[in-house]
Structure formats: structure tokens, C-alpha cells
């Protein structure tokens, strides 16, 4: 990616031209107004992944709903990333899928990166061609460490959610050098309101700025007869992660290696050339 110079030095040159033109009286084209550009890019990325058709299941009998719109939109200045879009596929609510889509820093290509959220396999179609197929799950849920029960009600349950989500952290090592993401508060997506597991969960985000690098899913289970809270952790990155609970280790994953990639890997990180 390129660095944050480079993009400071962009934004100079862009607001360069814009005094010019203002200066003989001409408006900048579309092409030179960020606004513009930033509905540009969002359409494109949103055209992209409704061009995918995803099922999960041992024959891929579920056919999954994508969230019409993003459910995060975000950037990285860190690593020189302007925009990029999280989309979930989901089954009865549940999220099944996560996809990112962001340009490359050389313009020739969007990344399209996949993770799974499934405990089963996943078949994923683009333009009805297989593109990605992940053959086992992609997370592993786990009871919360001494969590209270589920409270009674959504709103409160919420609260529970958001104090359990607290008392995670986690970081990214991005060659070498390791940073702590930040919690986003607010979960980008809730699903409760059904009858069997799960009653209730959420999806929240450990960011760099606010782009997602870690997945953490909360969600009620049944287990021992009774209803537990359960977490699982996913990665939304190449780069290595670790996540602690209450400062105890519960989880880490090694760099993703895109010379040994294939289209089964709950995790793929693959670029396409807009059409």
C-alpha cells in the first residue's frame, strides 16, 4: 500500500487543481471531486460483491441473503488504504460470510477478501463460476470465561455484549511491526429475535483506524442445559493476530501466505480487475 506521503501529496495536487480551475471559473470534473469519486467507488465495490452468489451446508443446500448495503465502510491511512467496503452473507440472520472489497494501491485491481463465519462448508459463485469454496469452518465458538447468563431482554443482552467485547484485545503485526486495534464499540450488525441457537448475537470490529482486522461474533448457545454466551474470533487481514481475554491468550493466527493459497481456505485474500 502506498504511504500516508503519498496520499498528503494527492490530496495537495487535487486541491492544486481545483484553485486553478476556480480561478478561470470552471467547476472540477467528476473525475477531480471527491465526493464524486466517493460514489463512484462505492458503487463499484457494491456491484462487485452483488455479483456473488453464496450457499453454505454439506451440499450447499442454504442459499445466503447478502446485507443490501455495507456494513461498515472504511479507511486506513496507516497503511495508505482511502476506502473499502465489509459485506456479510447471512442464513436465518446468522452471519455465514464476511467479504472485503478495496482497491489496490496500484489501481489495476480490487482485493476481494473472504472469510468464512460458517461451521459448515461454503460455496461461493461470481458470475456462476466457483471462486471461492471453504471445506471446513471458519470459526470456533467457545464459551465466554465466566460470563453471566443471557439477560432477558434484547437491550439488556446488548449491554452484556458490549461489556463482554470489552474485555477482549488484540494486535496486528504487520512486518514487524505490532499494533494494538481498536474496539468499535458498536457492533456493525445484530441478529436476534429467533427461536433456537442462536437467541441473540452480534458481530463487532478491532479496527486499524477503522479498518477491520479481527471479526469477534457473540452469540447465545444452548450448552450443559442451559443458555451460555459463546465467542468466536476471525481474521479480516493477512497479517498475523493475536487476542487476549481478560489478559489471558485465547487466540492467534500466523501471516497468510498468498503462495500457497487456494479457493478451500476459510481465509482468501484475491485480487480482480474491475469489469
Excluded at 484553485?19 to 456491484?47: F, R, V, Y
Amino acid at each position: 500500500m502506498t504511504g500516508t506521503c503519498s496520499r498528503r501529496l494527492a490530496w495537495l495536487a487535487f486541491f492544486a487543481v481545483v484553485s486553478e480551475l476556480a480561478a478561470l471559473g470552471q467547476p472540477p470534473s467528476a473525475a477531480e471531486d471527491p465526493a464524486k469519486a466517493n460514489e463512484a467507488s462505492l458503487a463499484t465495490m457494491k456491484a462487485m460483491a452483488g455479483r456473488y452468489e453464496l450457499t453454505a451446508g454439506a451440499e450447499n443446500q442454504f442459499k445466503l441473503d447478502r446485507t443490501a448495503e455495507p456494513v461498515q465502510r472504511w479507511t486506513n491511512p496507516v497503511r495508505g488504504q482511502p476506502d473499502g467496503c465489509l459485506y456479510l452473507w447471512t442464513l436465518a440472520g446468522r452471519p455465514q460470510a464476511a467479504l472485503t472489497i478495496y482497491p489496490r494501491p496500484d489501481g489495476t485491481a480490487w482485493n476481494h477478501e473472504f472469510q468464512s463465519l460458517a461451521t459448515t462448508p461454503l460455496v461461493a459463485k461470481y458470475d456462476g463460476e466457483e471462486a471461492w469454496t471453504p471445506d471446513q469452518p471458519g470459526v470456533e465458538l467457545k464459551a465466554v470465561p465466566g460470563a453471566s447468563a443471557p439477560a432477558d431482554s434484547a437491550a439488556r443482552r446488548l449491554v452484556q455484549m458490549r461489556a463482554i467485547a470489552r474485555g477482549f484485545a488484540a494486535t496486528v503485526d504487520v512486518r514487524g511491526d505490532k499494533s494494538a486495534l481498536r474496539l468499535l464499540t458498536a457492533p456493525i450488525y445484530r441478529y436476534e429475535g429467533g427461536s433456537g441457537d442462536p437467541l441473540d448475537g452480534a458481530v463487532f470490529v478491532f479496527a486499524q483506524a477503522t479498518d477491520p482486522e479481527m471479526l469477534l461474533l457473540l452469540e447465545t448457545r444452548a450448552g450443559g442445559g442451559k443458555s451460555q454466551w459463546h465467542y468466536a474470533l476471525a481474521r479480516s487481514t493477512l497479517w498475523p493476530l493475536s487476542a487476549t481475554y481478560e489478559s489471558q491468550p485465547v487466540w492467534s493466527v500466523e501471516k497468510w501466505n498468498r503462495a500457497t493459497a487456494h479457493i478451500k481456505q476459510p481465509y482468501l485474500d484475491r485480487p480482480r480487475p474491475e469489469k
